[in-house]
Every structure is written in C-alpha cells, then in structure tokens.
C-alpha cells in the first residue's frame, strides 16, 4: 500500500515546503497539498503533516521528515505481518 502524506500550504512557513519536495521525489509516495487540512491549532503550532490520516507532528521540519519516514517504516510492517 502506498503511504498517502498530505501536507497544508498554511504550514509550510515551518518549513515542511522542504519536506514535502524531498518526500515527492520518491515514486512509492503519494505526497498531496492542500490548502487547509482543518488541523488550525497543529498547523500553527508545529510542522506536520497526515500521514494516512493521522497526524504526525514535530519540532522541527527535520525532525518532521523523520517521523513521517518512521510512521511509513511502521505501517509496512505491519502490513508485512499481515501478508505473512
């Protein structure tokens, strides 16, 4: 299953404009932008993005992009156990 991560262009002065670009350079990705992910608190607050559906959020657009890489690396595993 592709991961779908979307991001909201109200957040990207956190500087996820950068994460976006280096995880849409991966073809296994499906990387969406939005004008308004309705998350108004998260996105003023912190970097972040849905991943599947779920938010992950950081400190850091750095520390942003490593924990989308992890949630990814989480739920291929899962899926993993469950083809197994």
Known sequence: MRPIIEFCTNNMHHGTDKVLQRLESNPDYDVIEYGCLGNCGECYSNPYA???????????????????????????????LLDS
Not at 50 to 63: C, H, P, Q, W
Request: net charge negative; glycine share 4%; no cysteine.
């Open 50 to 80: 849905l991943v599947n559906g779920e938010i992950i959020s950081a400190t850091t657009a750095d520390e942003l992009y490593d924990n989308i890489i992890a949630k990814i690396k989480e739920i291929e595993a899962m899926f993993d």
